[in-house]
């Protein structure tokens, strides 16, 4: 770096986060011992792979930051005054990152030694550079944060219902057996129900998938409405629905079903301006049994739809 770099770039070193406020004079024989570093675009400064023994401070162009690989999106941007590398040269391990040129940059190199001896002739450095850690430190928790919550939104995703708002199959098939085991420690009564929408399909191809989604929405409205604190409830996959009753024996659980299937007879439903055909059900119900695992009581419960469909649909079947 050339003897007068400072006179030259006071102007510049000035509006540097890590020598905001520092009496550059104090600090002039360090900065004679810096270099100046030209990297082209897309060119990696920094990598886990390797040690790194400096402080870059970006004089001009853009810096990313990556994680993990260099193929997943930018984390954050370095521009022009921030620094890179701080923490790797406090704590002496590799950078937990990939630093990359976005564009081509310009940067002023300081050594292990040379920030270190910065920071035993001048406070403000020292101040300085305890906040760059701390931004850094900051923004670090505001990463797990949001990936906290992302991982929430995809647990969410993963068991509930896009359509209808409700649980999903998966998170049934999960908590069945749960269910089960609770049934039997308390010693209470727990009834399984399948519910089928009659003749959707035919529905679906004269009305349209809108209209049929319409009518799903409505139908697991009235089932959600219609729950206890303890009962669960799923849409099972198209237009079929299941749920478990607890604490309820079978004569009890056929009333439920009943009472819900006459809500669900009474809909009104428009798609537009235009009013839908009244809405009839089939269901299944069965009580679980001492022998039964969650597929046979399952097996029993869709027996039962089965026998209900081949009576002539509109209907409920208790086994």
Known sequence: MPI?????????????????????????????????KNIAAHEVLLSPQQQNQHIYILLSG?????????????????????????????DSQEP??????????????????TIWAMVNVSHMVA?????ILTKRLRHG???????????????????????????????FDETI????????????????????IDYFKSFNDSFGHLAGDRVICAVADVLLNNMRGD????????????VALTDTELVQALRIIQRIKNLIGHLSVYDDNRLLPVINITAGISRLEAKDTAASFFKRTDQALYEAKNKGRDCIVAV
């Open 62 to 90: 853009v810096l990313q930051v990556h994680l993990d690989s260099l193929d997943n999106p930018p984390l954050n941007k370095i521009e022009e005054g921030e620094c890179v590398g701080e923490v790797s040269i406090i």
């Open 177 to 196: 057996s749960r269910k089960i085991q609770h049934s039997r420690l308390s010693e209470k009564a727990l009834c399984l129900v399948l519910i089928d």
């Open 96 to 113: 937990s990152a990939y630093v990359v040129a976005e564009t081509d940059v310009k940067l002023l190199v300081l050594s292990q030694a």
């Open 127 to 131: 101040k300085n550079l305890l906040y």
């Open 141 to 171: 928790h505001s990463v797990i944060a949001d990936g906290v919550e992302l991982q929430k939104q995809l647990q969410h995703h993963a068991v509930v219902d896009g359509l209808t708002g409700i649980h999903n199959r998966r998170w």
């Open 231 to 242: 009962d669960m409830l799923a849409r099972f996959g198209g237009d079929e629905f299941i």
């Open 4 to 36: 007068k770099f400072l006179a030259k770039n006071k102007a510049l070193l000035s509006k540097i986060h890590l020598f905001h406020s520092v009496d550059l004079e104090s600090i002039e024989v360090y900065l004679e011992a810096c270099i100046e």
